[in-house]
């Protein structure tokens, strides 16, 4: 049991560069989500996955886009990264058992753009 | 709207002692659930304690407890018996209502023990 798990931990980009961050979780949760984490901030929200075939947005979700074709993996794409993307990436799921709601979430993605 | 606010930016407390990490917060739903997060310096995101809006009793999770007054929408987390392990950033968030999985968080408290 893996949990969440996010590639690659660290990339550098060049503004305008495109790329996708990896997600996956093998606990058969329902609820995933994005978040971005700056210096002396909290996380925010970027997109989040109710289930698979359903996303919607954040409270930051410019600039990114989501799909979920399957429950386990939720990737997420910047189409032309800017310096203002320079950021902690951290993917989450999340599960509600027994009316104990639990988030877990992945190593997180330091991305550098320049 | 929907908030997370922590007034602590950092906290020391004695090893051995208890600390409590304040959060407030601000809805209009009947129906949330709040939770708190540690993270270390290493950067990851831990789980500590979850508590419901309908739940009565305060959540506990070993030596967390989380201070849950409704009325005053506040939601702090004591840590008992502090451990040198427990400096860490401490983040408290909120799930708004249900079905909607949106989750805020707030700015953070870094709590240092002092040995």
């Known amino acids: 049991n893996a949990g969440v798990t996010q590639t690659p931990k660290f990339q550098v980009l060049k503004t305008g560069q495109s790329m996708t961050l990896q997600c996956a979780q093998d606990?058969?949760?329902?609820?995933m989500s994005w978040y971005r984490q700056d210096p002396g901030m909290g996380l925010r929200l970027i997109h989040y996955?109710?289930?698979?075939?359903?996303?919607d947005q954040g409270e930051v979700p410019n600039g990114y886009n989501v799909s979920r074709s399957t429950t386990e993996d939720f990737p997420l794409r910047l189409l032309s990264a800017a310096p203002s993307q320079t950021s902690v990436y951290f993917c989450a799921s999340s599960s509600l058992t027994s009316g104990r709601e639990t988030q877990y979430f992945g190593p997180g993605t330091r991305l550098l753009v320049l | 709207a929907q908030k997370i606010t922590q007034t602590q930016p950092g906290m020391f407390v004695q090893e051995k002692e208890a600390v409590t990490l304040d959060c407030t917060y601000d809805?209009?739903?009947?129906?949330?659930?709040l939770f708190w997060y540690k993270q270390p310096s290493s950067g990851e995101m831990i789980f500590l304690i979850y508590q419901g809006s309908y739940d009565e009793q305060n959540a506990t999770e070993g030596r967390y407890s989380l201070n849950f007054q409704k009325a005053r929408k506040s939601a702090n987390l004591v840590i008992s018996a502090s451990q040198l392990g427990d400096s860490a950033m401490y983040f408290c968030?909120?799930?708004?209502?249900?079905?909607?999985?949106?989750?805020?968080f707030g700015t953070g408290t870094r709590l240092k023990v002092l040995a």
């Open positions: 606990m058969n949760h329902e609820y």
């Open positions: 996955s109710v289930g698979a075939g359903i996303t």
């Open positions: 809805t209009s739903d009947q129906s949330y659930g």
């Open positions: 968030a909120m799930r708004e209502g249900t079905g909607t999985y949106k989750y805020i």
